[in-house]
């Protein structure tokens, strides 16, 4: 399902990724293969041959989610309160679902330092190649793991202030004007359930302030009631306060 392109250029580059990741490397697309990583001149794209949607290629320098995190401010990113950084601008943050790391980044952009934990080896390869090629401040503050963060939340040692969870959830996906970068993620990943699970895996470790983003009519993750919510058009921040 999932294959390296090596294209001339960056021959040795795709051979070093197809070793680290134990996936094929093809110099063509083949039948069985849907999800292709290969590298261009800005560096490594993924493109899906059963979507008609272009390749995804993230750059936090230029254009779209650099533009983001440019206009963003603490007064004025739901986000930012919800995780309290208007009251610590320097807290430390473990974003346990990091995806293509927009959340996570625009947080530490604000002056949080933020780890980011994703389990998709495929995102993570993306990120991190984003992340590499970074030349904003705020890059020092961004460490990425690649791990589930089910075990990570369960022995991690980081005395974070704050985990914020976006787990995937359903509502994203019965919309028309989708993001092309959600689009990616949902093809990629499916519907994921484990939501409850990393709720249970925050709950168990000793942080005081616990964020979940959920659409704004789901049911709260585990039926626990937050500390309080901030609600917004099309999803909710539930904040568990302890
Ligand atoms: C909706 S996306 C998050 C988007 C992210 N907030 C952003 O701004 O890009 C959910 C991501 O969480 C990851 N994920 C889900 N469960 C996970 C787990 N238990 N451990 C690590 N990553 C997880 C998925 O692979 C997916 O990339």
Redesign the pocket.
Known sequence: MYAILSTSNFHNQAQALAQKLSLPLHTEKVKDATFYLYYSDDGLNLIATHLNLGPLHLDFNHGALHQRLQRAAISKEPLARAVGLHKNPNLYLC??????????C?LASLGARVTL????PI?VALLQDALNRCNAVWRDRVDLIA????D?LATTKEPFDVI?L????EA?SHKAQVKK??QY?QA??GP?E?GD??LTAAFNSKVKRIVV?RPLKARCLLDKKPSFALTLAAYRFDVYLR
Request: charged share 25%; glycine share 8%.
């Open positions: 974003d346990a679902t990091a995806g293509i790391g927009r959340e996570g625009l934990v994703e389990r998709s995102m791990t589930d963060s089910c990570f914020y976006d787990p995937m959830f994203h970068e959600m993620l990629l990943m994921q484990d699970a990393l983003k």
